[in-house]
T-cell receptor, first 113, second 114 residues
Framework: GAVVSQHPSRVICKSGTSVKIECRSL??????MFWYRQFPKQSLMLMAT?????????EQGVEKDKFLINHASLTLSTLTVTSAHPEDSSFYIC?????????FGPGTRLTVL | GENVEQHPSTLSVQEGDSAVIKCTYS??????FPWYKQELGKRPQLIID?????GEKKDQRIAVTLNKTAKHFSLHITETQPEDSAVYFC?????????????FGAGTILRVKS
């Protein structure tokens, strides 16, 4: 399957700081990438769809000013959690589509103190 | 919108037995149904998928069946092994109006006892 990388794998930050997470498709071009959030022992919750060269599409209830998404190239999408608070602590995973199939990155564990 | 329900939430089987996980979906226009396996702290891995024009697909010990009329699909794992222990998620892709995004079930924790 296709290879998707994510960086960093783990980040700990203080409340009020912003954190940027990168998602890269390594061996294919992805016009669309997806950002998910996963709480412990729960399912994947889609946050937004990242579209190359245009604005992201956010799911209902997700604050676009809180979770900034930039899809500047066909291989890179970034998620910035702005002014992070402890309730933003979670596992953030991106996925990229190769045609119909979606492949996930390894995830980023965010802990906000 | 699409809603995917997954059962059971937990499943324990003896090594060598079969495991079956079932999902139902609400949008009859959904046309693609993947299954993902997620080990603790790791990424979900695509293990098998099926399109709406196919009723069954098999890959070694893993098979997926789809009943479009009843709007449900199932994952079958035969001859289970301890390394099959993980969380399994089903998903459905709604009609093209939703682009290529997936709607996930709540997940099933599979434990294979040796």
């Amino acid at each position: 399957g296709a290879v998707v990388s994510q960086h960093p794998s783990r980040v700990i930050c203080k409340s009020g700081t912003s954190v940027k997470i990168e998602c890269r498709s390594l061996d294919f071009q992805a016009t669309t990438m997806f950002w998910y959030r996963q709480f412990p022992k729960q399912s994947l919750m889609l946050m937004a769809t990242s579209n190359e060269g245009s604005k992201a599409t956010y799911e209902q209830g997700v604050e676009k000013d809180k979770f900034l998404i930039n899809h500047a190239s066909l291989t890179l999408s970034t998620l910035t959690v702005t002014s992070a608070h402890p309730e933003d602590s979670s596992f953030y995973i991106c996925s990229a589509g190769g045609g119909t199939k979606q492949y996930f990155g390894p995830g980023t564990r965010l802990t906000v103190l | 919108g699409e809603n995917v329900e997954q059962h059971p939430s937990t499943l324990s089987v003896q090594e060598g037995d079969s495991a079956v996980i079932k999902c139902t979906y609400s949008d009859s226009a959904s046309n693609y149904f993947p299954w993902y396996k997620q080990e603790l702290g790791k990424r979900p891995q695509l293990i098998i998928d099926i399109r709406s024009n196919v009723g069954e697909k098999k890959d070694q010990r893993i098979a997926v069946t789809l009943n479009k009329t009843a709007k449900h699909f199932s994952l079958h794992i035969t001859e289970t092994q301890p390394e099959d222990s993980a969380v399994y998620f089903c998903a459905a892709r709604p009609n093209m109006e939703y682009g290529n995004k997936l709607v996930f079930g709540a997940g099933t924790i599979l434990r294979v006892k040796s």
